[in-house]
C-alpha cells in the first residue's frame, strides 16, 4: 500500500551534532512539506516542495535546510543541533488539485529531542 | 485506539448557504483540537484551535467551531459561505496524555457552486 515513511521515529542526540531526518513517499506525489508541532500544540510549516529541485521556506523560520533531488525523497537536515530544536517533525505529501482528491497524506513523524 | 472521524466526505454548497461540518473524536481524556484548510494548490493552513475555556471558538475567515465535551464533537460552521471557501477541511486532535501525537481526521471536501 503507498504511503509515507518517516525515519527516525525517535531521536536523541547531542548539541551541535548533524542530523538528518528521512522522509520517503511511494505515491508519486510532487508536493511534499515539513511541519514542526511542539506537544499539544497546532503544525508549523517550516519548509515545502513542489517537485524536483523546488524547495521553499514556510511559514515558521526554521535553521533547518531541506532537498528534493528525487520526486519520493525529501529529507530535512540541521548541520547543527541545538536544544531549541527539540520538537516532532512531520512530513506530508499531496496530490495536485483534482476533481476527486486534493488531501494530505502524513509521515508518523519524527520526535528530536536535543539534549 | 484514539480516532477523528470526519462525516462528509464531500459537501457541496450554493453560496450563501450554512455550513457545518462534523468532527468526532475517540478519547476521553483532555484534548486540543484544531481545524485546518487546505486550498487547492496550497499548503495546510490553521482555521482555528481549542486548548481551553469557552468552547465557541472563532477563526480566521469567518469560521467558527463548538467544542462539546460530552459529544465527544467538534463541528465547523459558517453562517454564509463564499466560493472562495472551496477547499478541504481536516479536523485534528491532540491528547494531553501523548501531546506530541497529532491524530487527523480523513478530511473533508468542500465544494462551493457559485
Known amino acids: 500500500e503507498a504511503d509515507i515513511y518517516q525515519t527516525p521515529r525517535y531521536l536523541v542526540i547531542g548539541t551541535g551534532k548533524k542530523i538528518t531526518l528521512e522522509c520517503s513517499q511511494t505515491?508519486?506525489?510532487?508536493?511534499m512539506y515539513w511541519y514542526q508541532q511542539d506537544p499539544g500544540m497546532e503544525l508549523h510549516l517550516i519548509h515545502y516542495?513542489?517537485?524536483?529541485?523546488?524547495?521553499e521556506k514556510g511559514d515558521l523560520s526554521s535553521e533547518s535546510t531541506v532537498s528534493r533531488i528525487r520526486t519520493e525523497h525529501f529529507p530535512l537536515t540541521l548541520e547543527s543541533a541545538r536544544p531549541s530544536h527539540t520538537s516532532q517533525y512531520l512530513c506530508?505529501?499531496?496530490?495536485?488539485?483534482?476533481?476527486?482528491?486534493?488531501?494530505?497524506?502524513f509521515g508518523s513523524g519524527t520526535r528530536l529531542t536535543v539534549v | 485506539a484514539q480516532s477523528v472521524s470526519q462525516h462528509n466526505h464531500h459537501v457541496i454548497l450554493s453560496e450563501a448557504a450554512s455550513l457545518e461540518l462534523g468532527c468526532n473524536y475517540s478519547?476521553?481524556?483532555?484534548?486540543?483540537l484544531f481545524w485546518y484548510v487546505q486550498y487547492p494548490g496550497q499548503h495546510l493552513q490553521l482555521l482555528l484551535k481549542y486548548f481551553s475555556g469557552d468552547p465557541l471558538v472563532k477563526g480566521i475567515k469567518g469560521f467558527e467551531a463548538e467544542f462539546i465535551k460530552s459529544k465527544f464533537s467538534f463541528n465547523l460552521r459558517k453562517p454564509s459561505v463564499q466560493w472562495s471557501d472551496t477547499a478541504e477541511y481536516f479536523c485534528?486532535?491532540?491528547?494531553?496524555?501523548?501531546?506530541?501525537?497529532?491524530?487527523f481526521g480523513s478530511g473533508t471536501r468542500l465544494s462551493i457552486r457559485p
Open positions: 506530508a505529501s499531496s496530490e495536485p488539485a483534482t476533481a476527486n482528491n486534493y488531501g494530505y497524506t
Open positions: 516542495s513542489y517537485g524536483v529541485n523546488s524547495t
Open positions: 505515491m508519486g506525489h510532487d508536493k
Open positions: 478519547y476521553g481524556g483532555t484534548v486540543n
Open positions: 485534528a486532535v491532540t491528547m494531553y496524555s501523548s501531546a506530541s501525537k497529532i491524530i
